[in-house]
T-cell receptor, first 114, second 113 residues
Framework: DQQVKQNSPSLSVQEGRISILNCDYTNSMFDYFLWYKKYPAEGPTFLISISSIKDKNEDGRFTVFLNKSAKHLSLHIVPSQPGDSAVYFCAASEWTSNTGKLIFGQGTTLQVKP | DGGITQSPKYLFRKEGQNVTLSCEQNLNHDAMYWYRQDPGQGLRLIYYSQIVNDFQKGDIAEGYSVSREKKESFPLTVTSAQKNPTAFYLC????????????FGSGTQLSVL
């Protein structure tokens, strides 16, 4: 049972345009969400996170939006740069579980064309 | 520099052989985690440990074993019972309290000869 879903395996955008990556979740107990970026044969690196008490969080070119009623979050990258080309993973955690473990989506491969 | 070190980067397993993947952290984190990544799939949790001498099964623990004898170290053994071990293995650490990011190592690619 996939609790965190990224339904788009890949996304291609032009340099300078906006990239929008989407993520859906099914577990209503999730209360903290993160986005990680991953290059091949490397470990994921943290990008940005959002708590369920917020609906938006910004960090430079990256903005994460959370719609709790729809159980949906999205990552916006503006403007997109060729160096942003990587696999992006959405992840969620349930604070009440008190384990710190993250549940990951399948990932979306972003290609930014020069 | 603080971080997580995984070794080796590449590992090959013969049929019937057990292999051990190393994970060391100097971030003073209580919790450590092992994830597996397969092509086209997300990261799936194998085992995790929130404190020394204690660990819990994740979603795909069959065919794997771990130990946590020291706070800094959380080795993963892929046993011969794991019939499909070829994957990219990632170790992570965190405070274990939730609502926080995990820090990941650079991974180990395990392949079967």
């Amino acid at each position: 049972d996939q609790q965190v879903k990224q339904n788009s395996p890949s996304l291609s955008v032009q340099e300078g345009r906006i990239s929008i990556l989407n993520c859906d979740y099914t577990n209503s107990m999730f209360d903290y969400f993160l986005w990680y970026k991953k290059y091949p044969a490397e470990g994921p690196t943290f990008l940005i996170s959002i708590s369920s008490i917020k609906d938006k969080n910004e960090d430079g070119r990256f903005t994460v939006f959370l719609n709790k009623s729809a159980k949906h979050l999205s990552l916006h990258i503006v403007p997109s740069q060729p160096g942003d080309s990587a696999v992006y993973f959405c992840a969620a955690s349930e604070w009440t579980s008190n384990t710190g473990k993250l549940i990951f989506g399948q990932g979306t491969t972003l290609q930014v064309k020069p | 520099d603080g971080g997580i070190t995984q070794s080796p980067k590449y590992l090959f397993r013969k049929e019937g052989q057990n292999v051990t993947l190393s994970c060391e952290q100097n971030l003073n984190h209580d919790a450590m985690y092992w994830y597996r990544q397969d092509p086209g799939q997300g990261l799936r949790l194998i085992y995790y440990s929130q404190i020394v001498n204690d660990f819990q099964k994740g979603d795909i623990a069959e065919g794997y074993s771990v130990s946590r004898e020291k706070k800094e170290s959380f080795p993963l053994t892929v046993t011969s019972a794991q019939k499909n071990p070829t994957a990219f293995y990632l170790c992570a650490s965190g405070t274990g309290t939730g609502r926080e990011k995990l820090f990941f190592g650079s991974g180990t690619q395990l392949s079967v000869l």
